[in-house]
């Protein structure tokens, strides 16, 4: 069991930056592959970006590729979500998710544990 807890939400404008913070309760943080997903109004929840258990591999989706950056503090528990050159159209609430896995996975069915989620707005 992991329990996941979200932070660093907030309103900022475009073009802003926002680092998202997610604290794993647990000793075996370091077993975990972890991603972020993001879940829009009226829009399905949907993958932003994945890290491997070692944090040796990232993979992103398309549209946050460049601006978005997922790394881990197995030390700390946490992973982390910088995001720079923030649009409008990343306004969503953001979950951080686990699984008991070495390798990163995409879709939402393939993480067993999700965190309660953390709002960013992102003013025009």
């Known amino acids: 069991q992991v329990q996941l807890v979200e932070s660093g939400g907030g309103l900022v404008q475009a073009g802003g930056s926002l680092r998202l913070s997610c604290a794993a309760s647990g000793r075996t943080f370091n077993r975990y592959a972890m991603g972020w997903f993001r879940q829009a109004p009226g829009k399905e929840r949907e993958f932003v970006a994945a890290i491997r258990w070692s944090g040796s591999s990232t993979y992103y989706t398309d549209s946050v590729k460049g601006r978005f950056t997922i790394s881990r503090d197995n030390a700390k528990n946490t992973v982390y979500l910088q995001m720079n050159s923030l649009k409008p159209e990343d306004t969503a609430v953001y979950y951080c998710?686990?699984?008991?896995?070495?390798?990163?996975?995409?879709?939402?069915?393939?993480?067993?544990?999700w965190g309660q989620g953390t709002q960013v707005t992102v003013s025009s």
């Open positions: 998710a686990a699984r008991s896995d070495s390798y990163y996975y995409i879709n939402v069915g393939e993480y067993d544990y």
